[in-house]
Structures are given as C-alpha cells and as structure tokens.
C-alpha cells in the first residue's frame, strides 16, 4: 500500500495521458493515480464515529463515492467549480444514494476560496449551504501517520475552527472542531482495494 501522505507536500494535479481518471504528481517524480480513499473519524460526546470518500477520478472533473455508516452515494464537481468555486460543503450536505453534480466543494477548497484565505483576511462564501464567511487564523502542522503537513488553520462565521492542507491544488480538510463534535483526516492512500461496506457504484 502507497501512503499518499508521504508525498503531499510536492503535490500536483494534472491530467493522465489520454484523458485517464487524472494523477497527483509529487515533486519527487513519483505517480499516485486515482482511487484516492480518505478516511475521517469523528468524535462527538458519545462514541466515535467514521467516514469514507473515495475519489475516482480527478480530470477532466472529480468523481467521488462516499459511506457513513448505512448512508453511502457519489457526486461529481466540474472544473469551473473546483477551480472557483465560492462553496464549501461537507458530507451532511449530500444526499443519501444520489449521484449528483455539485456547485462547490466537498471537505477541500477551490483554488478561488485557496487563494483568498491563503492571503489572509475574511473570505465570503456558502458554508454548508448556508451564507458565512471564513477567515484565516494561522499555520500550523497536522501530524499524520508519522509526518507533519503542512496546514492552513482557519475559523468560520459560527466559530467552527478548520485545518486544511497548505496546497492549491489539493487542499484537503485535515481537521474540523465545533464545541460538541470535531473530526480529523485519520488515512489517505491511493487503493482500489478498500473496500466500502455498502457502497455498491453503477456498472
């Protein structure tokens, strides 16, 4: 199994030859191709809980499969939408069983949304459908597997704090807290081996 971690910090996107599922190019020359499976574990006051995302595919516009618990389906995000793109959403805004193009977003910023925050101040945008703001509040690691990524760290309009991957183009949500739930990116591998328990996607 390669760990896409090891190699985050060089991070590239680009297209595969002959309009293939799409790559991520380190800078050391070494080639992770799409699936990319993201693992998150939450932690409200009782219990834990888990999340997968597994991204499919990166060009010409990102394809996803998703699972928590007995809720499972896949979306799509354009190119326009990845590259500017003023919406954020996480998990809770899909819906159970669909196959749905988005408008923004999911658990990663735009390169428009990167962009902003990374030049400090207040960004405006929908956050989780709903109209906010975000703000840049500083840098710090993320420790992963053994490593330490660089992150973005960030607050929002109701006081939710946020962790992102320090990269343009592949600036994942590393960490999420409110005051009676958090969740954080606990495995990013580039698998087609892992299996969902659910997830069964259209032949």
Known sequence: MIRITLILLGLTLAAAPG????RLLAADGLVLAAPLVIEYEGSPRQGKTQYLIRILQLEPELRAEWEEGFKLGAYSVD????DGSRQFLRLSALENGREIALSGTVNM??????????GGGR??????????????TGEETFALDGLRLPAIAAKDSLGRTYLFLDNRDFSLLLQYATPYYSERLV????DANIPFKWYKPKR
């Open 19 to 22: 309009g293939g599922t799409g």
């Open 79 to 82: 190119r326009r939408a990845l």
């Open 109 to 118: 910023l735009s390169r428009a949304l990167f962009d902003a925050l990374a």
């Open 123 to 136: 960004v405006s945008l929908k956050l989780h459908l709903t109209d906010g703001w975000l703000e840049r």
């Open 187 to 190: 495995r990013c591998v580039s």
